[in-house]
């Protein structure tokens, strides 16, 4: 991952605390470099892996199971994952095998003490509830050093020799600075693996910037393909066997700072079998756009063996400044023309800005968003993509309140009620008659502080601010920063959907048009909600709050 979230077009780069060490770009001031070193030194350090969690452990219950239960810590959230303790940082893309969801992610067991990550694993059968299971791919134990991003991979036909079903991770390596790729096979359906002998199966050509392997079977070429993050352009491999890679072709990038993270699959647009592209995104800065860090992504065709741009330009999966090393998978449960209409998302909700700074006291890293459902839509001669939550989040729904239609003239505003839970979902209609004007809706603490989510319709553009939320004045200028998205007006009115956590805000403007996804802490204390109207007369219409049942992950056992 990048930490390059700089206030300037200066590409600022720092190691992820998984903790990669990087090349600080040559252009930043040697003072800085030295602090930024120094962070990294001490963000993500990894340990042996923990003891396999007791599978009769349940989470504690709660009382009402709309309110996380009394002994959690304040800032725990109440629908999104985070681990028990010690740090978590990038997500790996989930696989489906036997009627289960296998999910890995970065996890550093020794933070802030020692240092490294490993493949931590959990399950689930609903990608909403999740139960751990403990480190799948330790570090640090075959000699080449600790396990960074990658893909697990179910290998159906037994292209690798590992069996036919067996699970394939390929994985970065980092040992002194030099990034590899290496393989590591599981034969117990993705619980436990083995390192290759024959690791690295790829080794570094001579450059600093070498990882994050994503890897799928391209069923119209017959073989694997490999893209890898590459500094400033993403670099496709095939392969006959997961073993040996050959380089196919390269996708050179301008403006964006040190890529990491790529994804590349096919869509079909608004859901026609005719009409199928290929997205090829990647996690990228966005400092030359007045952005921060996040996901960019390009549309346009792969032959196999190279993508060409439909030359559209880049597009940000999310606008806000917390949606970065995201990773997409399809529903294999599906026919395979239906697993083309849309595709599941997560992304760490952090940022290298302030990554080690959230105000949480048992873990650190921040945590995953809701799992997502994106959908390619056309736009003009070009198309976009869409997010939405996934289907599946509506299982923690309870029964929803409307919201009275109001009216706010300039300068006014309503209070309105708050569920009697800790994560709930708000869903607006705004509108303003003439076009002009703006809407503000303030999620506020018993203390006063605010985070807000708003659309200003002059400019047609949605936004979150958290710059006076109860840590906004501890935390460097990134996170005080309003994020925005182009959000069209459509006949004088925009949707929000808005899903609200103890620890964020998540916006869905626009029928998906745009995301925003934003960190924002508070006081732990009865929260309040605001709708006000800066500047011009605004409508509130067909609006819906609805609770959101708490979602504990199934941890190890107090003893383990």
């Not at 959990?122 to 570090?139: F, M, N, P, R, Y």
């Not at 390929?170 to 600075?177: C, E, N, R, S, Y």
Request: charged letters at 25%.
């Amino acid at each position: 991952m990048i930490d390059q979230d700089a206030p300037n077009p200066v590409v600022v780069v720092r190691r992820r605390p998984r903790t990669r060490t990087r090349v600080i770009a040559a252009l930043v001031a040697v003072a800085f470099a030295a602090v930024a070193t120094a962070v990294i030194l001490t963000l993500v350090r990894g340990s042996d892996a923990d003891p396999a969690p007791d599978p009769t452990a349940t989470p504690p219950a709660a009382s009402n199971p709309y309110e996380r239960p009394a002994d959690w810590s304040p800032q725990r959230p109440a629908v999104h994952f985070t681990p028990e303790k010690d740090w978590m940082n990038d997500p790996q893309k989930p696989i489906f095998l036997d009627g289960v969801w296998h999910y890995y992610y970065l996890y550093n067991a020794d933070y802030p003490d020692g240092n490294g990550t490993a493949w931590y694993h959990s399950t689930s059968t609903d990608l909403v509830h999740w139960e751990d299971q403990g480190v799948a791919i330790d570090k640090y134990a075959n000699g080449l050093g600790d396990i960074w991003t990658g893909t697990a991979v179910v290998d159906t036909d037994n292209t690798a020799g590992f069996g036919a079903g067996a699970v394939v991770a390929l994985v970065t390596q980092q040992v002194d600075g030099v990034q590899r790729q290496s393989l590591f096979a599981s034969t117990d359906g993705g619980y436990s693996f083995e390192s290759y002998e024959g690791n690295p199966v790829m080794e570094n050509p001579g450059v600093a910037d070498w990882r994050d392997p994503r890897v799928f079977w391209d069923e119209g070429a017959g073989h694997w393909v490999m893209a890898l993050a590459e500094h400033d352009r993403i670099g496709f491999y095939t392969s006959p066997n997961l073993r040996e890679w050959t380089f196919a072709s390269d996708f050179v990038t301008t403006g964006l700072g040190v890529l990491e993270c790529p994804d590349l699959f096919p869509m079909a647009v608004d859901g026609d079998p005719n009409d199928v592209r290929w997205v090829l995104l990647a996690g990228a800065n966005g400092a030359a756009e007045g952005k921060t860090t996040g996901t960019a992504y390009w549309v346009g065709e792969w032959d196999g063996e190279r993508f060409t741009a439909d030359g559209s330009g880049h597009r940000w999966l999310d606008h806000g400044a917390d949606y970065y090393a995201a990773v997409t998978w399809d529903d294999t449960r599906l026919p395979a023309e239906e697993r083309l209409d849309s595709r599941y998302s997560i992304a760490w909700m952090n940022n290298w800005a302030y990554a080690d700074r959230f105000p949480t006291e048992d873990w650190h890293g921040g945590s995953n968003s809701v799992v997502r459902s994106i959908r390619l839509g056309a736009e003009g001669d070009s198309a976009q993509l869409y997010s939405t939550p996934a289907d599946e989040l509506r299982t923690l729904e309870g029964d929803p309140e409307r919201i009275d239609d109001v009216h706010l003239d300039a300068g006014s505003e309503t209070e309105l009620a708050a569920p009697a839970s800790d994560a709930y979902r708000l869903r607006l209609d705004v509108a303003s008659a003439d076009g002009t004007g703006e809407v503000q809706v303030k999620v506020l603490d018993g203390d006063g502080r605010f985070a807000t989510v708003g659309y200003d319709f002059d400019t047609q553009v949605a936004f979150v601010a958290r710059d006076a939320d109860a840590i906004a004045s501890e935390m460097p200028a990134e996170y005080r920063a309003v994020r925005t998205a182009p959000v069209p007006e459509s006949d004088g009115r925009v949707q929000l959907d808005i899903v609200v956590d103890v620890a964020s805000i998540e916006v869905f403007a626009g029928a998906g048009a745009a995301s925003l996804t934003m960190a924002t802490y508070g006081s732990p204390s009865e929260r309040q909600l605001r709708v006000d109207a800066p500047r011009g007369p605004v409508e509130v219409i067909g609006g819906t709050i609805t609770p959101l049942r708490v979602a504990p992950v199934v941890r190890a056992s107090a003893s383990d």
